[in-house]
C-alpha cells in the first residue's frame, strides 16, 4: 500500500531526488513564464545540506521553509513533493511547487490532486502560525493566488 505524508525534515541522502524534482523536472513548462519573474524577486534556489538536513535556500533573504511529499510504500520511501514558501508579513507565500512527473495530475488516496493536497497542508500550517491571514500561492506571477486562512482557536476557547 502506498500512502503520502508530509515532512519538513528530509535527510541528505535525498539531495538527488530534491535536485530532480526541483531543477530537472518534466512538469517546468507549466511554470516556465514565472520561472523569471520568482527569479527577479528571490533569486535563484539551491539545494544545501545544514544541520543533516536538507534545505532549500534562495539567493536573497529571507531563508524560506520547505515542505516535503514522501511516498511511503514497502520499499525504500521516495520524494514525490515539495513546496518552498516563506512568510511575507501576514502571508505565506508559496513560491515553488514541484511534484514527480508521474503524480503530475494524479489523485492521491483516490481523492485530491497531490499538488492540491500540499497546498491544503500548507494552509492547516498557515492556521497554526499566528498573525498569518492567508496564503498567497506564486506571488507576483499571472498565476498569483490568494488563499484566506482562518487560524485555529486555541484549547479551551
Do not use: W
Not at 36 to 58: E, K, N, T, W
Request: aromatic residues 6%; proline residues 6%; hydrophobic residues 40%.
Amino acid at each position: 500500500m502506498t500512502t503520502i505524508t508530509f515532512t519538513s525534515i528530509l535527510g541528505p541522502s535525498y539531495r538527488e531526488e530534491l535536485e530532480r524534482l526541483l531543477f530537472l523536472n518534466q512538469n517546468q513548462d507549466k511554470v516556465r513564464a514565472d520561472l523569471p519573474l520568482l527569479i527577479q524577486r528571490y533569486g535563484m534556489a539551491h539545494v544545501s545540506v545544514s544541520d543533516d538536513c536538507l534545505r532549500v535556500v534562495f539567493d536573497s533573504p529571507p531563508e524560506p521553509e520547505t515542505l516535503y511529499a514522501v511516498e511511503k510504500t514497502d520499499g525504500p520511501d521516495r520524494l514525490v513533493g515539495v513546496i518552498v514558501y516563506l512568510r511575507e508579513g501576514d502571508t505565506l507565500e508559496l513560491v515553488i511547487a514541484a511534484v514527480a512527473e508521474d503524480y503530475a495530475g494524479a489523485r492521491t488516496d483516490g481523492r485530491q490532486l497531490l499538488v492540491r493536497k500540499m497546498v491544503d497542508q500548507l494552509c492547516d500550517v498557515a492556521r497554526r502560525v499566528s498573525g498569518i491571514k492567508s496564503v498567497t500561492i506564486f506571488p507576483a506571477t499571472p498565476r498569483e493566488r490568494q488563499l484566506p486562512v482562518r487560524q485555529q482557536k486555541g484549547r479551551g476557547s
